[in-house]
């Protein structure tokens, strides 16, 4: 059986004990049978042909979220452009909710979208904008609609505009060739980074969505760098001796969490990244690695094996002390809190495997969200409702999401390879 990728814990437990792209379709795995209704018509263009059909992307943005059941096309009875064009009897009768319409027309930089959010039930005007998208934007205009639709309707900030990271892996084990790439959320647009002949590891977005923390190979051992996504400018801020691994930035985007083992076992820290000073935050015999910071920033999760096998911690910053957070099964790590803190994600090991699980932190349920047998590397959107992970589709890792509460699922498109490690971007403003 193949491992799609190690875990950090899995990296340390070895090294302690041995010191071109593709655009594809978005495959949808699993809908949601109480999502809302909705209807997004095809935007009219003047019979012009356009780069990027925009309710195509607002539609499939709707679905993937879990929130909303888009109508087929074909169901389509009417194609409105505008709100005074509405029947609203016709999609009553279809039982559609909300209903999308727009148009697309050329502007002198680019694009104008014009889009409506009607309420069918109360024939209103719920949401109208005109949007401007630069000549190659058009995407990004579609997914900024998408995000005040999204918002307009469940009262929860879209996060479609955001982006993702992710790893990927080609060649044979003796001529490997990985590389970091940024994409969409959708996983298109991607676009590659870094490129390496040495691993690539645990990418990590600063608060700002300005930067990429990582963990690199390429001197022949592990070491933390950070770089800007935007001009590629990049420094090396931990090469210790041993293990420099999992870096996690703090809300305020001064500091970094990782595991070091510089003084023995590996541990977790805090860098200050401007001064580069260190505090170091566990000391025990055990493995201590992925820590993960609370929202609040007065707390970290970690994975430790010091109960006999992976599970979550929680440390409070300034008391010293270490609370156990999972209990059910014998393997929890990867954790990660949802924006309010109140919920933790992680990679579950269950009797069919490993999957994405999601703990209620007040009541310690856990209900396990995927259904693959090699779920890895859990990150969580910014606003909470969807996890994206990798996972295994024949012999090739590939990008898995699923929504928070596990009604939705669905494949992401992206660059060639084997994709390991992805990494959900904070909001962009």
């Known amino acids: 059986m193949k491992v799609i990728m190690t875990t950090w814990l899995g990296v340390l437990l070895l090294l302690a004990s041995s010191l071109a792209q593709a655009d594809l379709t978005i495959e949808i795995t699993r809908g949601s049978d109480r999502a809302t209704p909705i209807a997004v018509v095809p935007f009219s263009a003047d019979g012009e042909s356009l780069p990027e059909d925009v309710a195509q992307i607002i539609s499939d943005n709707l679905e993937r979220s879990g929130y909303f059941a888009p109508l087929p096309r074909d169901a389509m009875y009417d194609r409105p452009s505008s709100g005074d064009e509405v029947r609203y009897g016709q ?14 027309s050329r502007a002198s930089d680019g694009y104008s979208i014009r889009y409506e959010l009607m309420d069918v039930s109360g024939q209103r005007r719920m949401l109208g904008e005109n949007v401007s998208a630069g000549g190659n934007e058009l995407r990004a205009g579609a997914h900024y609609v998408s995000d005040q639709i999204f918002e307009a309707v469940t009262g929860i900030r879209g996060a479609f505009s955001t982006r993702i990271a992710y790893v990927t892996a080609q060649g044979t084990d003796q001529d490997m060739q990985f590389a970091l790439y940024v994409a969409d959320a959708d996983g298109h647009n ?17 608060p700002d969505g300005r930067k990429l923390a990582y963990v690199s190979f390429e001197t022949e051992r592990p070491a933390i760098y950070v770089q800007e996504v935007g001009t590629g400018q990049r420094a090396q801020i931990a090469s210790f001796d041993g293990i420099n691994g999992a870096p996690a930035w703090s809300p305020d985007g001064r500091r970094l969490a990782m595991t070091l083992s510089k003084d023995g076992q590996p541990d977790i820290y805090v860098m200050d990244v401007s001064s580069r000073n260190l505090e170091r935050i566990t000391n025990n015999s055990s493995i201590d690695t992925e820590p993960a910071w609370a929202p609040d920033g007065r707390s970290l999760i970690f994975t430790s094996d010091r109960s006999g096998g992976p599970q979550i911690y929680r440390h409070t910053l300034g008391s010293g002390q270490n609370e156990r957070l999972t209990f059910t099964g014998n393997y929890n790590a990867r954790g990660r809190l949802s924006p309010d803190g109140e919920t933790l994600f992680m990679v579950h090991r269950s009797n069919n495997g490993f999957q994405v699980a999601r703990q209620d932190l007040g009541s310690g349920r856990l209900v396990v969200l995927s259904e693959s047998r090699w779920d890895e590397s859990p990150s969580v959107a910014p606003n909470g409702t969807m996890v994206i992970f990798a996972t295994q589709q024949g012999n090739n890792g590939v990008l898995g999401a699923v929504s928070a509460d596990g009604r939705a699922s669905y494949r992401l498109p992206s660059a060639s390879g084997d994709v390991r490690e992805p990494a959900w971007s904070p909001f962009l403003n």
């Open 190 to 206: 991607s676009q590659q980074v870094l490129s390496s002949r040495e691993p690539i590891l645990s990418p990590a977005w600063s």
């Open 91 to 104: 999609w009553r009768a279809l039982d559609v909710r909300y209903l999308v319409v727009g148009h697309v």
